[in-house]
């Protein structure tokens, strides 16, 4: 019998604006426009701490969210790592935000809901 495998997710939303400025002249793409974004990431482990946790989801949540305030209600491109911001790059940068802290860390999706898109990055 195998060892079981947990994974926690929280999630995070946050607004923000960009464009795609290597986008041909006229493309709506290049002029600049909005989201409301949603990021959900996940640890995994086999381990259980003497809390009986995989992680603290309490840490996890802040870490997010500061993550994602970061970004909250600016332009993406400002961003380094985000001068073209996909969603691919976006989650990109949300693993280079909590791969640190977060070893275990397994997943991350970022998706603009209210137009059905999403990106999974699995490590």
Known sequence: MTAPVFEITKAATFDAAHHFPNEPDGSPYRRMHGHSFQVEV?????????????ADLGRLD????????????GLLNDHPGL????LENLCLWFVER???????LSRVVVSRPTIHERCTLTL
């Open 42 to 54: 996940s640890v995994r482990g086999e381990r259980l701490d003497a809390n009986g946790w995989v």
């Open 62 to 73: 802040r870490e997010l969210r500061a993550a994602a305030a970061e970004l909250d209600h």
């Open 83 to 86: 001068e073209l911001p996909t």
């Open 98 to 104: 909590l791969k640190g802290d977060w070893p275990g």
